[in-house]
């Protein structure tokens, strides 16, 4: 997983009818696959999260169909 400042990290939903979270990258430390990142969600809560399996990187600045 290859994100950087200003991308989107979305965690999916762990249940059926749970929402997806979306949340601004803020920062980016480490490398590889032992890269964590400072996001910032809706709410304003900012934390350090060390994604897993169930996260994904969205370009914010890529154009959406």
Do not use: C, F, Q
């Not at 430390?29 to 996260?55: C, F, I, M, N, Q």
Request: aromatic share 6%; charged share 35%.
């Amino acid at each position: 997983m290859n994100g950087k400042r200003g991308d989107l990290l979305v965690i999916k939903g762990h249940r059926v009818g749970e929402a997806n979270r979306r949340g601004e990258v803020l920062d980016v430390r480490g490398k590889g696959d032992t890269r964590s990142y400072l996001v910032k969600w809706p709410d304003g809560h900012e934390v350090w999260v060390y994604p897993g399996s169930d996260a994904v990187i969205e370009d914010k600045t890529a154009k959406t169909r």
